[in-house]
């Protein structure tokens, strides 16, 4: 049932934080399954400003309104098609915020404290915002204002998906059964990309910011790629097959699966007996292909600022007709107005 009364088809919702470069795991576990599922759904990909407030050190207006355009325009430079996909930016849809008042009421603080996410960005601190621990809550928000069936995250979200779920249940029982219940779409391949020095933690955007050869980023110069890749975490062997890979040789076998799609068989075959300098090399030529063409379309989108702004136009007012009568539901829920 919808709430809002503005559903054509099942609908997913997902989202990218502005906060730097997009790598080649977010391209994989999100953009590409966003692409991949926009005609079959109806789609809504938003840029989660709000979300890059939880660490306010970090923050730096002009950077951060600059990466909210920069994010938009990736998008589309990675096939997010703007005439059947609504793309806006989190901050222009109010109710997401208000919506994320009323949800943090009814979730209890211990689902949170017990977030993966959580528990890791605020352990190296010694102070932290109140957002960094509700930021579940705001993605429960992001979520249920669209009433959305499934979001396309990678495997690092799961968490952030069931919590959202468990929200948005608690509410249902609490107020009655008005929101919608998402459930997580993770990708079979790619979900979860590692990272190219250390192939044991996932390929993120701040450690990419740290750590040089970590990731690659989706608008780094060919040159800069190439190097990373060809200096990946392998190990002392050579043999290239799928189920006796190490994790680096399996990461970098990923990469080329995913961007090719060519069958396991096929490139076990291409590769065998060849070694592993040569698997680096084939693996930048592809993922150099992939980027050439997204850098290409997003210098062209930046240098159309109309344009892009008349897609952030559309894209919200068309959010906010979904999401109002959502937030104006719960709020009849609750008690709120008159
Ligand atoms: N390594 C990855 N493999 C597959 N999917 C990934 N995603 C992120 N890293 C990988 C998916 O991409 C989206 C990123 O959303 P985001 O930009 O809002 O997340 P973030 O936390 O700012 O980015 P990172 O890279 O995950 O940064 P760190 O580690 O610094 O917090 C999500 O769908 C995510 O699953």
């Not at 306010?56 to 600059?66: H, I, Q, T, Y």
């Not at 919608?180 to 020095?197: F, N, Q, R, W």
């Not at 980023?217 to 002392?236: C, F, N, Y």
């Amino acid at each position: 049932m919808s709430i809002s009364g503005t559903k054509t088809k099942k609908r997913i919702l997902s989202g990218v934080q502005p906060t730097g470069n997009l790598h080649m795991g977010t391209y994989i576990g999100a953009l590409m399954q966003w692409r991949a599922n926009q005609v079959d759904y109806e789609s809504l990909f938003c840029v989660v400003d709000l979300h890059a407030l939880t660490v306010p050190e970090a923050v730096d207006p002009e950077v951060l309104r600059r990466n909210s355009r920069e994010i938009s325009a990736l998008y589309i430079a990675c096939g997010i098609d703007p005439e059947i996909s609504n793309i806006f930016v989190q901050s222009d849809v109010h109710e997401h915020a208000e919506l994320s008042w009323i949800l943090g009421c009814v979730t209890p603080l211990g689902w949170l404290y017990r977030m993966t996410q959580f528990k890791t960005k605020s352990d190296k601190r010694d102070s932290v915002g109140s957002g960094l621990l509700t930021y579940p809550v705001l993605q429960a928000a992001d979520i249920v204002l669209y009433e959305a069936d499934q979001v396309p995250v990678g495997q690092d979200q799961k968490q952030h998906i069931e919590i959202a779920r468990e929200i948005a249940q608690r509410f249902n029982h609490l107020f009655g059964d008005l929101l919608t219940i998402p459930e997580p779409m993770i990708p079979k391949m790619g979900a979860k990309v590692m990272g190219l020095d250390d192939p044991s933690r996932k390929m993120s955007k701040s450690i990419g910011m740290e750590v040089k050869g970590h990731s690659i980023g989706l608008l780094d110069p060919p040159k800069v790629a190439r190097k990373a890749i060809m200096r990946a975490v392998t190990d002392s062997g050579n043999d290239i097959r799928f189920d006796h890979a190490s994790p680096g040789v399996l990461n970098l076998l990923t990469l080329y699966e995913v961007l090719t799609d060519e069958s396991r068989e096929s490139i076990e075959a291409r590769f065998s007996g060849k070694g592993y300098g040569h698997l680096k090399k084939d693996v930048a030529d592809v993922v150099i292909a992939t980027l050439e063409p997204i850098q290409a379309r997003f210098t062209e989108l930046m240098n159309e600022p109309g344009y892009l702004d008349g897609i952030l136009d559309k894209g919200a007012e068309r959010a906010r007709s979904i999401a109002a009568p959502v937030l104006t539901a719960v709020k009849q829920a609750v008690g709120l107005g008159r």
